[in-house]
């Protein structure tokens, strides 16, 4: 039962049904009306009661990148009112951000140097930012004010003011970023002189009966930054100042402490909102408290309400993942919801530069104009549904056999492993990955809910697939070999063998490779729930970068983590032959022995598509798709994003020739 999440909550005027909030997330696609307003749409009409927009930028200095929203700008109209327009229909609220990044800005957006509180370099954005002079910092003000007020005139239900994460609210918040000695800082009650002139200036703009949330932060973990005391006064003084709720913001760009990858333990930082909530509750301002960061589940959010932690609680990427996670969870249906990760990968990652935003494990997330679904689940979108064979469940197959069933056609799903998930279900064993397995557990029961016939323990072969009207080819990779000479001295595995069996490994092992699986190897090898324990682990490459193709979000975060679990990482190593005290190689201070039991081959992989050949001879129409078309930079991003094009191409062209065929009979 989810007597918490499913009980109505009130933000000030602000009614809501349930107490789940759709967080802020930056999509890069501000500039396509369109698109955003078909997100925002199937996210509002799968059960998201209230959602918090990306961030609008108050001025061009305080944007973000070139894809930010300027609410103060005669465009915004334009292009916001098709969004509220959708949001609205469905049955959905929708909150404004107001945003202004300050020192983590970029200068090239619009050729306008960062400006701050005070000139501290930021490693951020990599620059100098400009001090705001005291007029400077009226007028941001104002702009906060002029954009809350052009948010309530376009018919936003209520507006966020953006004070965490160190931009520019936090920013005059931090003793670490402002230096000023006037009214605008110099102690702690002056630096809070900001953060209250905004919310005040912004609380006169729209009036009493307005609805405004504060995004104030809980913990920056940056040295030097305000206090976990200094911060909970903050909120106190912002709830007195007439802030209808407040959402608890975690850590900044410029932090070294992981808040929001995959690593990070469910619900870590949940404790910091209840602390704010404990100190308001003190104070006599008992204004709702939002606290948020890897709570993936309304599951895991009825634990948090449930201990006091938050009134209510925001998730921002578990929407990507699933627009309906709320309606599914409503209905019971929890089994069918596709869960987030916390890989980053195709959200946070792609949200810090240009490209447009998305979800590994959902790639029609922000692209639903590109990829529609049926009307209606229960009415197929073909008129004449032809029975089609993806061979392969690894991510690209999965995502193919299941966009084909959503088409409307029957699919036979083929794998030759004993269980759907391909490299997946390596992931899914390492410290910090397990939700991985969540992915395998939906399109599991997904699957079954379309139709899908899973077939597993046996690949076909040419002849099983003669009488499909078409062939999609998943059929993966397969590890990448390195020939080393003396192989036979030492046992040496690759990396599928090394997962499957750890226990062969003995206490010193040395991977071959360092990109995202020698990575994640080497933490599964170092934690102390191995099987067997924790080994002394090495990785090595020829180049240079180790972690190469992780994520620039989470790479950092992982590579501390594996350093402060011993394992070593050396680049520009080159691996010469095994030998029975371990692996010889070659750096730059000459030859040498790395001492090992074992070693492991993870140096890339190569594509394993067994079957092109031979369907062509047969003349059997296919398409491949994920790993077994190219191995090259391959990561799960792709698998998925190629499963949604090549499942959505081939139920056009079985559309196209179906049509064909009508138009064909009707002329003869």
Same mark, same amino acid.
């Given at each position: ?7 109505? @909550? ?28 078909a997100? &925002?749409?199937?996210? /509002? ?16 200095? =305080? /944007? ?14 334009a ?22 990044a ?11 140097? +960062? ?6 370099? !930021?490693?951020?954005s990599? $620059? ?29 239900d209520? @507006?966020?003011?953006?004070? !965490? ?43 009493a ?12 973990? *940056?040295?030097?930054? !305000? ?9 106190v ?11 608890? =913001? ?37 204004v709702? @408290? ?52 916390? $890989?980053?990968?195709?959200?946070i ?6 490209e ?6 959902? #790639?029609?997330?922000?692209r ?8 209606? +689940? ?27 069933a ?19 279900q ?30 597993? =323990? ?9 009488? &499909? ?9 397969? #590890?990448?070999?390195?020939?080393? +000479? ?11 063998q ?6 062969r ?25 191995? #099987?067997?324990? #924790? ?22 975060? *992982? ?7 011993? @394992?070593?990482t050396?680049?520009?190593? *080159? ?31 190569v ?34 994003d190629?499963?949604? !094009? ?9 559309? $196209? ?12």
């Open positions: 039962m989810l007597d918490r999440v499913f009980s109505p @909550v009130s933000l000030g005027p602000l009614r809501l049904d349930h107490r789940i909030v759709m967080g802020s997330m930056h999509l890069n696609r501000e500039e396509d009306p369109l698109a955003l307003a997100f &925002y749409r199937e996210r /509002a009409a799968g059960g998201a009661g209230l959602i918090v927009t990306g961030g609008a930028a108050v001025n061009r200095a =305080g /944007a973000g990148g070139a894809n930010y929203l300027l609410i103060n700008e005669p465009g915004a109209a292009l916001m009112s098709p969004v509220l327009d959708a949001v609205h229909e469905a049955g959905g609220r929708l909150a404004l951000q107001l945003f202004h300050g020192r983590y800005a970029w200068e090239a957006t619009y050729g306008i140097r +960062p400006t701050a509180p005070s000139e501290i370099y !930021s490693d951020f990599r $620059c100098l930012p400009r001090a705001l002079t005291s007029r400077e910092v009226e007028d941001t003000v104002g702009d906060f004010a002029a954009g809350a007020a052009a948010a309530r005139a376009l018919g936003f209520a @507006v966020e003011i953006m004070g !965490s994460e160190g931009y520019l609210i936090n920013q005059f918040a931090s003793p670490l970023t402002n230096r000023r000695q006037d009214r605008w800082g110099g102690d702690p009650q002056r630096r809070q002189s900001f953060p209250l002139a905004v919310l005040q200036a912004v609380r006169e703009a729209v009036g009966a307005y609805p405004v949330i504060y995004r104030t932060s809980g913990a920056d973990f *940056v040295t030097g930054s !305000s206090t976990r005391e200094e911060s909970r006064d903050l909120a003084a912002l709830a007195v100042a007439g802030a209808d709720a407040l959402n608890i =913001g975690i850590g900044w760009h410029e932090s070294r402490v992981p808040t929001v990858q995959g690593l990070v333990p469910h619900g870590r930082w949940m404790e910091i909102a209840g602390g704010i909530r404990t100190a308001l509750a003190a104070a006599g301002q008992p709702p @408290v939002i606290g948020s960061n890897r709570i993936n589940s309304l599951e895991l959010a009825e634990r948090s309400l449930a201990a006091g932690h938050a009134d209510l609680v925001s998730m921002a990427r578990p929407f990507l993942a699933d627009a309906a996670i709320v309606a599914k969870t409503r209905r019971g249906e929890s089994n069918l919801v596709n869960t987030c990760i916390a $890989c980053n990968e195709a959200c990652d792609r949200s810090l530069g240009a447009p935003v998305s979800c590994l494990v959902n #790639p029609r997330a922000g639903e104009t590109e990829f529609p679904l049926p009307l209606r +689940p229960d009415r197929r979108r073909v008129s004449a549904p032809v029975r089609v064979a993806v061979v392969g469940a690894g991510p690209a197959g999965m995502q193919a056999a299941a966009t084909l959503q088409w409307g056609h029957p699919v036979d799903l083929y794998e030759r492993d004993s269980s759907i998930g391909g490299q997946f390596l992931a899914g064993r390492v410290p910090g990955k397990e939700d991985f397995l969540q992915t395998i557990r939906y399109f599991r029961n997904e699957l079954a809910r379309l139709g899908v016939r899973v077939l597993t =323990g046996a690949p076909p072969g040419a002849g099983d697939l003669a009488g &499909y009207a078409h062939v999609v080819l998943a059929t993966g990779v397969l #590890p990448r070999p390195v020939p080393l +000479p003396g192989a036979g001295l030492l046992p040496v595995l690759d990396y599928r090394a997962f499957a069996d750890v226990e490994l003995g206490a010193r092992v040395v991977i071959v490779g360092a990109g995202g699986i020698a990575v994640d190897l080497s933490r599964l090898l170092s934690d102390p729930r191995a #099987p067997g324990g #924790p080994r002394n682990v090495t990785i090595l490459r020829r180049g240079i970068r180790i972690g190469e193709g992780i994520g620039p979000s989470t790479r950092w975060a *992982v590579l501390q983590d594996i350093r402060a679990a011993g @394992v070593r050396l680049s520009g190593t *080159v691996p010469l032959s095994v030998t029975p005290k371990g692996l010889r190689v070659r750096d730059r201070t000459g030859g040498r022995i790395l001492p090992a039991d074992a070693v492991v081959l993870a140096a890339g992989q594509p394993h598509n067994p079957l092109q050949a031979q369907l062509e001879d047969r003349g059997t129409a296919f398409t491949v798709a994920g790993g077994a078309l190219d191995a090259t930079g391959l990561n799960a991003v792709r698998a998925f190629q499963g949604l !094009s090549a499942g959505t191409a081939v139920a056009r062209l079985l559309a $196209c020739r179906t049509r064909s065929q009508r138009e064909g009979s009707g002329r003869g």
